[in-house]
């Protein structure tokens, strides 16, 4: 608005008007705009960021009327934000969502009244009435995997799941409670399975607890977590019935023949059988010799056996493997019997003794061809002969020498000495 200033002058003690000046008014105060963060945390793309407009007190107080935009400086990544008219106001607040991670300058700037929609950035040729910069950061999203997705098992099995729960954008995989739910043979609902370790990794066991039938059956098992948006992942479990208890030899066969006090071992196979569980070796229903189930399933009595395991010494009679449960305790299985044809390995008395030397017929029992058989003296080989033909005699001469005589075959088993019954002694 325009004002007048007036000219007078002073003639003779009087005032007198002498002209009118136009003067412009005061200058006005420059308003200025600052924006600040509502929240001290980074924005991230996809959620609206809140920003505080304020004009400090240079200018008129409350911020002058328009219609104010928030958005990123031309030639950047666009935002999304709605305009907002103000008038006066002491402070306002203003929404813009970043479209994409990374650093943006914000530019504050006025459009034409009614307009519905800020433009993703600053137009050509908009003056910024403030700018701030400001890094939008990527969203967290979490995953959560299970191992394995499909499982068989026996009913009343147990099986192992192993949960990873893994993030993007920072957010932390520790302490996060997980639950499980089952639908199917066990349906249950939303139960603690426990809580993800630094690595975002739990283990959890599920255990069958539904009643014994005699036809497959199946579970679906789903696992989500609590406190982060991660999708439930499944896994499937199908439950056979129990197998029956079996065992069966594999070696020796039934009717192997061996040397008397022959040393052999025996193999087995099972099914249906818990590894672990104690296994024994029978003659005649009475044990001589003890081992487990493997994890394979299979069963040895020799000298590989666990806790210590002996090679058996050949005994006429029935043999069986039984297997039983904690301390032997109810039987499971007994396999298929076997026996064995012994042979005999052994001196056949008398020796024969002539000129000062003593000949001993030997019982070369199943020792094969090139075996080599040792006659002992009071337990000291004083000669040794070779098997020709397998089981055919062998005549060995010595120098006649009082003691005890004895046959030997110095195995990969160990020694084996021949038939007591066979042992001579001369005078």
């Given at each position: 608005?325009?004002?007048?200033?007036?000219?007078?002058?002073?003639?003779?003690?009087?005032?007198?008007?002498?002209?009118?000046?136009?003067?412009?008014?005061?200058?006005?105060?420059?308003?200025?705009?600052?924006?600040?963060?509502?929240?001290?945390?980074?924005?991230?793309?996809?959620?609206?960021?809140?920003?505080?407009?304020?004009?400090?007190?240079?200018?008129?107080?409350?911020?002058?009327?328009?219609?104010?935009?928030?958005?990123?400086?031309?030639?950047?990544?666009?935002?999304?934000?709605?305009?907002?008219?103000?008038?006066?106001q002491l402070a306002a607040n203003l929404q813009v969502t970043f479209n994409a991670a990374g650093s943006?300058?914000?530019?504050?700037?006025?459009?034409?009244?009614?307009?519905?929609?800020?433009?993703?950035?600053?137009?050509?040729?908009?003056?910024?009435?403030?700018?701030?910069?400001?890094?939008?950061?990527?969203?967290?999203?979490?995953?959560?995997?299970?191992?394995?997705?499909?499982?068989?098992?026996?009913?009343?099995?147990?099986?192992?799941?192993?949960?990873?729960?893994?993030?993007?954008?920072?957010?932390?995989?520790?302490?996060?409670?997980?639950?499980?739910?089952?639908?199917?043979?066990?349906?249950?609902?939303?139960?603690?399975?426990?809580?993800?370790?630094?690595?975002?990794?739990?283990?959890?066991?599920?255990?069958?607890?539904?009643?014994?039938?005699?036809?497959?059956?199946?579970?679906?098992?789903?696992?989500?977590?609590?406190?982060?948006?991660?999708?439930?992942?499944?896994?499937?479990?199908?439950?056979?019935?129990?197998?029956?208890?079996?065992?069966?030899?594999?070696?020796?066969?039934?009717?192997?023949?061996?040397?008397?006090?022959?040393?052999?071992?025996?193999?087995?196979?099972?099914?249906?059988?818990?590894?672990?569980?104690?296994?024994?070796?029978?003659?005649?229903?009475?044990?001589?010799?003890?081992?487990?189930?493997?994890?394979?399933?299979?069963?040895?009595?020799?000298?590989?056996?666990?806790?210590?395991?002996?090679?058996?010494?050949?005994?006429?009679?029935?043999?069986?493997?039984?297997?039983?449960?904690?301390?032997?305790?109810?039987?499971?299985?007994?396999?298929?019997?076997?026996?064995?044809?012994?042979?005999?390995?052994?001196?056949?008395?008398?020796?024969?003794?002539?000129?000062?030397?003593?000949?001993?017929?030997?019982?070369?029992?199943?020792?094969?061809?090139?075996?080599?058989?040792?006659?002992?003296?009071?337990?000291?080989?004083?000669?040794?002969?070779q098997v020709v033909t397998k089981g055919k005699q062998l005549v060995v001469t010595a120098k006649a020498?009082?003691?005890?005589?004895?046959?030997?075959?110095?195995?990969?088993?160990?020694?084996?000495?021949?038939?007591?019954?066979?042992?001579?002694?001369?005078?």
């Amino acid at each position: 608005m325009r004002s007048w200033r007036v000219l007078v002058g002073a003639v003779a003690g009087s005032l007198v008007v002498v002209g009118m000046v136009a003067v412009a008014p005061p200058a006005a105060a420059i308003d200025t705009y600052v924006l600040t963060p509502a929240v001290s945390a980074d924005p991230v793309v996809g959620t609206p960021a809140t920003y505080v407009l304020t004009t400090p007190t240079t200018g008129p107080a409350g911020i002058p009327a328009g219609t104010y935009c928030l958005a990123a400086q031309l030639g950047q990544t666009g935002t999304t934000a709605t305009p907002v008219a103000l008038s006066g106001q002491l402070a306002a607040n203003l929404q813009v969502t970043f479209n994409a991670a990374g650093s943006y300058t914000l530019v504050l700037f006025t459009v034409t009244a009614g307009t519905t929609t800020c433009p993703g950035t600053t137009l050509l040729g908009t003056s910024p009435l403030t700018t701030l910069a400001v890094t939008a950061m990527a969203p967290t999203t979490y995953q959560l995997a299970v191992d394995p997705v499909t499982v068989t098992t026996t009913i009343g099995g147990k099986t192992q799941f192993a949960l990873t729960l893994s993030s993007t954008g920072g957010g932390s995989v520790n302490g996060v409670p997980v639950l499980v739910s089952s639908t199917g043979r066990n349906t249950f609902s939303n139960q603690a399975a426990g809580t993800t370790n630094g690595a975002g990794k739990l283990n959890y066991s599920f255990q069958d607890n539904a009643p014994a039938l005699s036809v497959p059956l199946t579970d679906t098992v789903t696992f989500s977590v609590q406190g982060v948006s991660a999708p439930p992942v499944t896994a499937t479990i199908t439950y056979r019935p129990a197998a029956s208890a079996k065992v069966t030899v594999v070696s020796p066969a039934n009717g192997s023949a061996i040397s008397s006090g022959g040393l052999f071992g025996v193999s087995a196979t099972t099914s249906g059988i818990t590894p672990g569980t104690i296994a024994y070796l029978t003659l005649g229903g009475s044990a001589k010799a003890q081992s487990t189930v493997q994890a394979n399933g299979n069963i040895r009595f020799d000298n590989t056996s666990i806790g210590g395991g002996k090679w058996i010494p050949a005994e006429a009679g029935q043999y069986a493997v039984r297997v039983c449960g904690g301390a032997c305790g109810p039987t499971q299985a007994t396999s298929n019997p076997f026996a064995l044809t012994i042979i005999p390995f052994q001196i056949i008395p008398p020796a024969s003794v002539k000129s000062g030397k003593a000949s001993f017929t030997v019982a070369t029992g199943n020792w094969a061809v090139g075996t080599t058989i040792y006659l002992t003296r009071n337990g000291n080989a004083v000669k040794k002969a070779q098997v020709v033909t397998k089981g055919k005699q062998l005549v060995v001469t010595a120098k006649a020498v009082s003691g005890k005589y004895q046959v030997r075959v110095n195995s990969n088993q160990g020694y084996v000495y021949g038939n007591q019954a066979g042992v001579v002694t001369l005078k």
